[in-house]
DNA sequence: CGTGTTATTGAAGTGTATCAAATTGCGTGG
DNA sequence: CCACGCAATTTGATACACTTCAATAACACG
């Protein structure tokens, strides 16, 4: 675990690659060589807690990589209720999918809490692909597992119920993210389904004793093996 | 359109990339110098409608890409309802998911009609894709627009109803796959409902001057501006 | 021709969305 | 530090689209 003083973001004039605690974890920032030059490409931005990153609809001018804070990809259905595709930590990044596609991008990107992220134009990453073949074998792996993700929680919302599909939403925050406190909608928009039925599963759960909300509306899991047994049909 | 004289299988021992009807097509065999390496490798096979490819949960061994006929890829439920995942026709490709991933296959690939396909070992796959990295960036163009399609009906089965997805449904098989016809079932299953839902929605849709279906079983689409129009919630 | 698969129709059950109203909890500014 | 305002949460009542089950009819097939 690095060391962390701040409760605020920890480094806030980043001016090298060199010294970003990701550079190990990013899909771009694999060898020292790639390095230099996503060091050359790259310009920092910051965005808070809300503000969106990307418009669904938009064409990609690059990618973004997340150093710090946290991102969802969201899309809007027609009748405005909003669906969360996929969450990005530290160390991962965004845009790739569009650019690589060479399609608009299909959802928004907002941020879910204050990040820092890195972007490096369209031109630069081409360029550093065709220097570094391998970086499209690794993000090849990359997108193939997004795939698996995307159509395994497609079958889950075909085959499942909502409290399985909770069960699973609850054990995947808290196992990836668990230092954020997701309300009630994030988890129904995460799971595909509306906060009042996130709201009345929870209870259940809790009647069951697999997980306890009596501290304010934050939710600690108390067996996750029971919980995990929830997410499949009985 | 190619002229197509029989009705089964129209090359029956094809013995070289060089004659391929696909090799324009294919993922894999884009340029010349890549044909070479595609063929000494290459080995052809054949399975009649109904036979099993690969099974869920297997590790993938190589690629297939098809010749003739059509595929799909279908996970089972717990439950015992299968769901197609998606449908491959010629000059498609099959297990470049799971190899690049780096993960056993995920679905079971079943042929729907009678194929023609051509198997790529794993280890020569790396080694054409390591001689010919802009291959890498083909196929990571083709992933992704996968990806994309995957997440649209994804969120298709969580904002729109059994109607608009069975419209979506119809449409799609008659412009990609028109050749084939498709029973209640397996429309049921490439639009996540059950074949009751298919066919009340289908005589619903002829009520209105849709579709037409009294030639046999086979399903003829009268507007399709208008079938369009129901792919829409309103 | 039988036999199994596909299609069709009906009735019944249910899970989940939807809507509305009350309550809680949190952050903000006075 | 308290009061205020607003968003998040909670609870209840209602609606309904879809699944499920069952039984019959039509078709394809060897």
Redesign the interface.
């Known amino acids: 675990m690095p060391s962390k003083k701040e409760s605020t973001l920890s480094v806030h004039n980043l001016s090298s690659c060199q010294t970003c605690g990701m550079r190990n974890e990013s899909l771009l920032c694999s060898s020292p060589d790639v390095l230099l030059m996503v060091e050359k490409a790259r310009v920092t931005c910051r965005f808070k807690a809300g503000q969106v990153i990307f418009y669904s609809g938009n064409d990609p001018l690059g990618i973004f990589t997340i150093q710090e804070g946290l991102v969802k990809l969201e ?1 809007m ?3 405005g ?1 909003a ?1 969360t ?1 996929r969450l990005v930590g530290p160390g991962g990044a965004l845009g ?3 650019l ?4 608009p991008y ?2 928004s990107a907002v941020a879910v809490e204050d990040c820092e992220l890195c972007f490096i134009p369209k031109a630069d990453i081409m360029n550093i ?2 220097s570094y ?1 391998h970086l ?2 690794k ?3 990359h ?6 993700m ?6 889950d ?3 499942k119920g909502a409290s399985e599909r909770i069960a699973e939403a609850l054990l995947f925050l808290q196992e990836h993210f668990a230092h954020q406190n997701w309300t009630r909608r994030e988890i129904a928009q995460w799971a ?1 389904t509306t906060p009042e039925t996130v709201i009345r599963t929870l209870s259940q759960f809790e009647k069951e004793g697999l997980i306890d909300q009596t501290d304010g509306r934050s939710i600690r899991i108390l067996s996750r093996d029971l919980l995990r047994e929830r997410t ?2 009985r």
């Open positions: 899309v259905s027609p009748s209720a669906h595709l790739y999918r569009s690589f596609a060479q399609e299909h959802a692909f065709k073949p499209a074998m993000l090849l792996s997108i193939s597992k997004d795939l698996r995307a159509e395994e929680k497609w079958m919302q075909m085959d595909g499949e049909i």
